[in-house]
């Protein structure tokens, strides 16, 4: 039986050691782990060069050494820098010919002739999306999807793959967590306009049946680890609120607040990703997936912050229009 967690790449090569990459992918094979995520800019901004690969690297190297291993490899492409310290004003972007020579070189690190899944890693308003899906129609990928991309340039996006005949998106990859941001700021490591799931992306996500990847969801240890606090973008009246809630169902089931979190996000049928860098961590989220909340549990955690919304879809007489 796979898990619906996906390991996160993004450090690997660089702050986090082949040998060390290693045991988690091996630790992530062994109980049932499928996804494994990257980019063609991992980490560009902790290598010594400015440059990315690294994590591609490391990936390739791993499949190499471990033949006939069953795993499913998302990579992305679209942020790597032109020139070391040029991001975020010149990268790569999403032109037919950088999304083609992005490719290529991705293929060639993974040792790979094709990806389970390519992912767009932000929106590029130079470039017309439609070159960029018309680019992506072309390269051996089994799914593409779209990350911290607004809901409108990815309906635009998966018009114009259907009139090609080609695949649309078909997954979105954005941060969310339990706790919410304020409105207006961005946590920490979010560096992207509509990089936080929105109420608004998630809806649209359900509406045309796209699988949402949440990135960053457990704060990077804040739930569990007291020398890391939660960050002040989530101090608000509302996370007052939720982590009160997020703090019973904690202590009913016995396990630690960030294991709930990721629980919940799987009952919403959210992936989340685990970028850890130490076995236990991968242990600890990876036993989180057999973590069943209860339907009650489940509608307090979602209910702490939320009041009652007019539907979408009621019509009873009376109803202001």
Not at 23 to 51: H, K, Q
Not at 73 to 82: H, S
Not at 225 to 244: C, E, M, Q, S
Not at 261 to 274: D, E, N, T, Y
Request: with cysteine; charged share 20%; aromatic share 8%.
């Amino acid at each position: 039986m796979t898990t619906p967690l996906v390991l996160g790449a993004m450090m690997f090569g660089t702050t986090v050691a082949e040998d060390t990459a290693f045991a988690l992918l091996d630790r992530f094979v062994e109980r049932g782990g499928e996804w494994i995520d990257t980019a063609d800019c991992y980490a560009f901004w902790a290598s010594e060069n400015g440059r990315g690969g690294y994590s591609e690297q490391v990936l390739g190297r791993w499949l190499a050494a471990r033949p006939g291993v069953r795993v499913r490899i998302a990579t992305k492409l679209g942020a790597e820098p032109l020139e070391p310290g040029s991001w975020p004003d010149r990268r790569a972007g999403l032109s037919a010919h950088a999304v083609q020579a992005a490719f290529a070189g991705s293929l060639d690190r993974l040792g790979l002739d094709r990806v389970d899944l390519l992912w767009l890693h932000q929106e590029d308003r130079s470039v017309p999306i439609e070159q960029t899906v018309e680019a992506l129609a072309t390269l051996p990928a089994d799914r593409v999807g779209v990350s911290n991309f607004p809901a409108w340039l990815t309906e635009r996006g998966r018009v114009h793959a259907r009139s090609l005949g080609a695949r649309p998106f078909d997954a979105m990859q954005l941060n969310c967590s339990y706790l919410r941001p304020r409105p207006g700021t961005l946590p920490p490591g979010v560096v992207h306009r509509f990089g936080v799931l929105s109420d608004e992306q998630s809806d649209y996500a359900a509406e045309h049946g796209m699988e949402v990847w949440a990135y960053t969801p457990l704060l990077s240890g804040a739930y569990d680890n007291p020398a890391k606090p939660i960050p002040d973008v989530y101090d608000h009246p509302g996370n007052t609120l939720r982590l009160a809630a997020l703090n019973a169902v904690s202590a009913e089931t016995g396990a630690t607040r960030g294991q709930v979190v990721l629980a919940w996000l799987v009952s919403r049928g959210v992936r989340p990703m685990l970028g850890g860098s130490k076995v236990h961590q991968l242990d600890a989220a990876l036993d989180a997936m057999d973590l069943k909340l209860t339907e009650e549990q489940i509608v307090r955690l979602d209910a702490a912050d939320h009041f009652e919304w007019a539907s979408p879809y009621a019509d009873a007489p009376g109803t202001p229009r």
